[in-house]
């Protein structure tokens, strides 16, 4: 018997393998060279229009029964409507190329020509461009949408690193994107790991298509010139405080750039505050060798900082002015306040008009569901710097050339979350029966990866017992129903059985914060 040579060790074929070997071109001419078959021949045309009529007798009770595959539920298909998250709608003049802006950061660049019509003729005029993104587990579940991906007869779930979807209309028909023309989306994304792909939902075919390999890239934020309010006393002359000759102070020579507000006060000198940092007198008998000074957060204090070699000492002081010196120091003191005053409510003036403005405007574009790009780029600033504290950050964008309208998603894949596997009943707290729902959602926190198992799935369900978990359902009268961590870490390790209350909401969301609320986010 001849012996075959058989690979029982194959690397697993990649996205991009199994993307590129997708063409069946080469099968196809190969099968047009064999000779006519029997399907082709006058005797089954005869036998296909008499088996036509059976079938079309037999599609029509197919179809009213309720069972056909056109009866099916739209793949994408929110298990709330009315929380299903908003578009936000831009007017885009669709022979012009425009660059846009969400309030999350993202930038969409619209080259002129984006947009087709049905037929694929270009279309003219104002177009409605229509944009959503999702970050995070409670999102993409009030949105429906499916993170289960299907690939080489493997079913994987989606871990996210930033989804959104964009459509476009005209007079109330949808649109084609111009392949030729694409538009391009700068992403928004919270993670800065290389290990994601970027995948297109063919909502025909019901399934995640692979399209590219994705790669975080960051963007350094300028600093925002806009005007702000300025409510504070932040630059604000420090008024002088008298020494008191029974606490210990010093004169330190200082740079008067680095400290313009002390310049103006003759005789400054610097008074330990004891309290904060007990003075050891022993400390004026030493020879220093460098002495520094730094500004407080508090913006009234200065640390003194005296060195040699090795010994260091910190004192927190106020900076002074000697009796001598005290009338002069109070009266100019009183000039340079007024001086920042009149500058700081001239420039809180022209903010709140421009505040207004900005109001007046948003509310005119809010009348067409329209947002500014002005606007929404402040927002996306203020927001963005607003989770960092600061007025400059580098900001994690991924990319993506839109040549199909619908859902994008930069995502990773995953399997079912490691752990013991158990025969699962989802009960209500309350009332302790089996609550009616379709699917369970498991949710691992930290991740944006959400788990969905069938009522059949229940019986192979496995979770990770080092994540926190939680578990929704929406119940058959569109609550929404919940288990926290503690009722999955209640779980016996060697358990092969289990029940799981889940806490049913006891009025229906009617908005996104109260749905948010509700998931326990």
């Avoid at 220093?288 to 004192?315: H, M, Q």
Wanted: charged share 25%; net charge neutral.
């Amino acid at each position: 018997m001849k012996n075959y040579d058989i690979n029982r060790k194959r690397k697993p074929l990649s996205e991009e393998e199994i993307a590129q070997g997708q063409n069946f071109q080469s099968f196809m001419n190969a099968y047009a060279a064999r000779p006519k078959p029997f399907y082709k021949t006058t005797t089954f045309y005869l036998s296909a229009a008499a088996l036509g009529v059976l079938l079309a007798v037999g599609g029509y009770y197919w179809s009213t029964s309720g069972d056909s595959p056109a009866a099916q539920t739209a793949f994408v298909q929110a298990p709330i409507p009315a929380l299903n998250p908003s578009d936000t709608v831009y007017a885009v003049d669709a022979r012009q190329e425009g660059v846009y802006y969400f309030e999350t950061g993202t930038q969409l660049t619209v080259p002129a020509g984006a947009f087709l019509d049905s037929a694929g003729s270009a279309v003219a005029g104002e177009v409605e461009l229509r944009y959503r993104e999702f970050h995070d587990p409670a999102a993409i579940f009030l949105a429906g949408i499916p993170m289960t991906y299907d690939s080489a007869g493997t079913r994987y779930h989606f871990e996210s690193a930033g989804m959104f979807e964009l459509t476009a209309y005209q007079n109330g028909k949808p649109l084609r994107a111009n392949p030729n023309a694409p538009i391009k989306i700068a992403l928004a994304s919270n993670s800065q790991e290389d290990k994601f792909n970027v995948y297109y939902l063919d909502t025909t075919q019901r399934n995640w298509k692979y399209t590219s390999r994705d790669k975080a890239v960051l963007i350094a934020m300028q600093r925002d010139s806009s005007v702000a309010l300025d409510s504070s006393l932040a630059g604000a002359p420090i008024a002088p405080r008298q020494a008191d000759k029974k606490k210990p102070s010093f004169s330190i020579a200082f740079d008067p750039a680095e400290f313009p507000e002390l310049t103006v006060y003759i005789g400054v000198r610097f008074e330990v505050d004891e309290a904060k940092t007990p003075y050891n007198r022993a400390d004026k008998n030493v020879d220093w060798e460098d002495v520094s000074i730094a500004r407080n957060a508090d913006g009234k204090t200065f640390s003194v900082t005296f060195s040699k070699g090795d010994l260091k000492r910190t004192y927190v002081t106020y900076a002074v002015v000697d009796e001598g010196n005290w009338n002069n120091a109070q009266k100019t003191f009183g000039e340079r306040f007024a001086a920042w005053k009149k500058k700081r409510d001239d420039k809180n003036a022209l903010a709140n008009q421009q505040q207004k403005q900005r109001e007046r405007d948003l509310a005119t574009a809010d009348e067409r569901r329209i947002f500014k790009n002005r606007e929404a780029l402040q927002r996306a600033l203020t927001l963005r710097r607003a989770n960092v504290g600061n007025d400059q950050e580098n900001m994690v964008m991924r990319e993506f050339v839109v040549n199909e309208f619908g859902i994008w998603n930069s995502d990773c894949k995953s399997s079912l979350p490691e752990g013991q596997e158990l025969v699962v009943k989802i009960l209500d707290s309350r009332s302790k029966k089996p609550i009616e729902t379709t699917h369970v959602f498991l949710v691992e926190k930290g991740r944006n990866a959400i788990f969905t198992y069938s009522t059949s799935d229940l019986r192979t369900f496995r979770f990770n017992p080092k994540s926190e978990n939680l578990i929704w359902a929406i119940t058959a009268d569109g609550k929404i129903a919940v288990a926290h961590a503690e009722a999955l870490q209640r779980i016996a390790p060697d358990a092969k059985e289990a029940e799981i209350t889940l806490d049913v909401a006891t009025t229906t969301a009617t908005s996104g914060a109260q749905a948010f609320a509700q998931l326990g986010l």
